[in-house]
T-cell receptor, first 111, second 116 residues
Framework: GQQLNQSPQSMFIQEGEDVSMNCTSS?????WLWYKQDPGEGPVLLIA?????ELTSNGRLTAQFGITRKDSFLNISASIPSDVGIYFCAGRREYGNKLVFGAGTILRVKS | ETGVTQTPRHLVMGMTNKKSLKCEQHLGHNAMYWYKQSAKKPLELMFVYNFKEQTENNSVPSRFSPECPNSSHLFLHLHTLQPEDSALYLC???????????????FGPGTRLTVL
């Protein structure tokens, strides 16, 4: 089935550092979403992207919809301990309704 | 209560037991979903309901039986499960299944299921 390649699998960073993660696909997507999942909770939508090249921010988070429509990036600036969790990308293909999810990036922050 | 709620939050069951998971959404949405989340794997879509009608069954084994009595409630009935069915089961809802602006999925906290 359709897969999204999300990297890195995990990150262990110092508080205050910036974080980058990305998702790639071999197919074209018309929607990219970024979710965060805290331990013991369900995923929460952080940012939604609907146009190629779109750059959207939500506080310290910024996500971009790649121009090729086959990738997306999420950046977190000046990380803090509460940024800890699993970040998932999800995409919707050009002619479909189903969301396809990446395997997640586990983020750990050292204070 | 607001958002999407799921009960129970944790469930341990034997392979011969029958149990049910419950999901309730208070968002006025019409579409509801069941996902399976296993460690280090992408979320797997299991079922989709739209206006109480099942619109998607993603080749899920018959030991999982969904029920959607109305647009606010979704159940997952479990019987004769296998240990490999142990996972976090997430419920989600959205205004409609098509997605888009103001129409993305909201998730519940999940039920952590362990099959012994």
């Amino acid at each position: 089935g359709q897969q999204l390649n999300q990297s890195p699998q995990s990150m262990f960073i110092q508080e205050g550092e910036d974080v980058s993660m990305n998702c790639t696909s071999s197919s074209i997507f018309n929607t990219w979403l970024w979710y965060k999942q805290d331990p013991g909770e369900g995923p929460v939508l952080l940012i939604a992207l609907y146009k190629a090249g779109e750059l959207t921010s939500n506080g310290r988070l910024t996500a971009q919809f790649g121009i090729t429509r086959k990738d997306s990036f999420l950046n977190i600036s000046a990380s803090i301990p509460s940024d800890v969790g699993i970040y998932f990308c999800a995409g919707r293909r050009e002619y479909g309704n189903k969301l396809v999810f990446g395997a997640g990036t586990i983020l750990r922050v050292k204070s | 209560e607001t958002g999407v709620t799921q009960t129970p939050r944790h469930l341990v069951m034997g392979m011969t037991n029958k149990k049910s998971l419950k999901c309730e959404q208070h968002l006025g949405h019409n579409a509801m979903y069941w996902y399976k989340q296993s460690a280090k794997k992408p979320l797997e879509l299991m079922f989709v309901y739209n206006f109480k009608e099942q619109t998607e069954n993603n080749s899920v084994p018959s030991r999982f039986s969904p029920e959607c009595p109305n647009s606010s409630h979704l159940f997952l009935h479990l019987h004769t499960l296998q240990p490999e069915d142990s996972a976090l089961y997430l419920c989600a809802s959205s205004r409609s299944p098509t997605g888009g602006y103001y129409n993305e999925q909201f998730f519940g906290p999940g039920t952590r299921l362990t099959v012994l």
